[in-house]
C-alpha cells in the first residue's frame, strides 16, 4: 500500500514538470515513512490535505464569495458547484481573495467560466489578490480577461 502511495505521488509530481527537487522531497519521506510510522511521519512533516473554504453573502443581487486556502484541482470542483447554484438573479459577483494563498489553472478555469456566466448577466470583480496569484494571472494573461482591483 505504502509503495503505490508514494509512486502516485511521484508521478502526480512529475506531471507538474518540476521532477527533480520533487523526487528528493519524496525519496526522503519514503525513507522517513518506512522508519518512522505513517502517522507520525505525517505529523511531523505536516502534509495534512490542504482544503478551501467558502463563504457567500447576498446582499439583494451581489454575491460576495471570499475564499480562503488553495484553489486547486481538489477544491476547484466546489467552487465550480457553488458557483452554478449562487449566480441566478446575480448581476455583480465579487470574488474575495484577501485569504486565497494558491490557485492552479483548474482554479483559473472555474474562474473563467464564471466570468462567461456574468459577462451575459452583469459584472464580476476580483479583489484582494495576493502578488503571487496575480503574477498567475499576469503570466496567463488573465489581467486582461478578469477584473481585478
Given at each position: 500500500m505504502?509503495?503505490?502511495?508514494?509512486?502516485d505521488?511521484?508521478?502526480?509530481?512529475?506531471?507538474d514538470?518540476?521532477?527533480?527537487?520533487h523526487?528528493?522531497i519524496m525519496q526522503?519521506?519514503r525513507?522517513a515513512?518506512?522508519w518512522?510510522g505513517?502517522?507520525?511521519?505525517l505529523?511531523?512533516l505536516n502534509?495534512e490535505?490542504?482544503?478551501?473554504?467558502?463563504?457567500k453573502?447576498?446582499?439583494?443581487?451581489?454575491?460576495?464569495?471570499t475564499?480562503?486556502g488553495r484553489?486547486?484541482?481538489?477544491?476547484?470542483p466546489?467552487?465550480?458547484?457553488?458557483?452554478k447554484?449562487?449566480?441566478?438573479?446575480?448581476d455583480?459577483l465579487?470574488?474575495?481573495f484577501?485569504e486565497?494563498?494558491?490557485?492552479s489553472s483548474?482554479?483559473?478555469?472555474v474562474l473563467?467560466?464564471a466570468?462567461?456566466?456574468?459577462?451575459?448577466q452583469?459584472k464580476m470583480?476580483i479583489?484582494h489578490v495576493n502578488?503571487?496569484?496575480?503574477e498567475?494571472?499576469?503570466?496567463?494573461?488573465f489581467t486582461?480577461?478578469?477584473?481585478?482591483?
Amino acid at each position: 500500500m505504502e509503495a503505490l502511495f508514494f509512486e502516485d505521488a511521484l508521478k502526480l509530481m512529475d506531471t507538474d514538470g518540476h521532477t527533480g527537487w520533487h523526487r528528493d522531497i519524496m525519496q526522503t519521506f519514503r525513507r522517513a515513512f518506512h522508519w518512522q510510522g505513517k502517522n507520525d511521519c505525517l505529523n511531523k512533516l505536516n502534509l495534512e490535505e490542504k482544503k478551501m473554504t467558502i463563504d457567500k453573502a447576498l446582499n439583494a443581487t451581489e454575491l460576495t464569495v471570499t475564499l480562503v486556502g488553495r484553489l486547486d484541482t481538489t477544491t476547484a470542483p466546489h467552487l465550480e458547484a457553488e458557483l452554478k447554484t449562487s449566480l441566478d438573479n446575480v448581476d455583480s459577483l465579487i470574488m474575495d481573495f484577501s485569504e486565497l494563498e494558491y490557485i492552479s489553472s483548474a482554479g483559473l478555469r472555474v474562474l473563467l467560466s464564471a466570468q462567461k456566466v456574468m459577462n451575459k448577466q452583469g459584472k464580476m470583480v476580483i479583489r484582494h489578490v495576493n502578488e503571487i496569484i496575480l503574477e498567475v494571472f499576469e503570466v496567463t494573461g488573465f489581467t486582461d480577461i478578469l477584473t481585478i482591483e
